[in-house]
C-alpha cells in the first residue's frame, strides 16, 4: 500500500519562501505520477502542480512562475518550492500519487501566509 507524508509546511510572511517534500513509499516511485493539490478553508481541492513520471511539468495559472514541481525518484521524494508566497496561498497542501486508476493522498501539511 502506497503511503505519502508530506512535511516542511509552515508559516511565513508574504513574499517569502517554503519548500515542501513528500516522502513516497510502498511501491515503485518512478512509476507514479506525482501532484500537489491544496484546499482553503471552505473551497474545494484543487490542483496545483503535477510532474509526470518522465519529469514533464504542469502548473495552475494562480501559481505559474513562483512554484516549482520537482521528483527525486532515488529519494522517492516530490518536492514544491514556493516563492512569492501570498495570503491567498494559505491552504492544506496534499500530495498525490496517480498510477492508472489508483489515485494515493497524503494526510497534508498546512501553509499559512501572513500579509
Known amino acids: 500500500q502506497v503511503q505519502l507524508v508530506e512535511s516542511g509546511g509552515g508559516l511565513v510572511q508574504a513574499g517569502g519562501s517554503l519548500r515542501l517534500s513528500c516522502l513516497h513509499s510502498?511501491?515503485?516511485?518512478?512509476?507514479?505520477?506525482m501532484a500537489w493539490f491544496r484546499q482553503a478553508p471552505g473551497k474545494e481541492r484543487d490542483l496545483v502542480a503535477i510532474?509526470?513520471?518522465?519529469?514533464?511539468?504542469n502548473y495552475a495559472d494562480y501559481v505559474k512562475g513562483r512554484f516549482t514541481i520537482s521528483r527525486d525518484n532515488a529519494k522517492n521524494t516530490v518536492y514544491l518550492q514556493m516563492n512569492s508566497l501570498k495570503p491567498e496561498d494559505t491552504a492544506v497542501y496534499y500530495c498525490?500519487?496517480?498510477?492508472?486508476?489508483?489515485?494515493?493522498w497524503g494526510q497534508g501539511t498546512q501553509v499559512t501566509v501572513s500579509s
Open positions: 510532474i509526470t513520471t518522465g519529469g514533464s511539468t
Open positions: 498525490s500519487a496517480v498510477r492508472g486508476l489508483s489515485r494515493y
Open positions: 510502498g511501491g515503485t516511485f518512478s512509476s507514479y505520477a
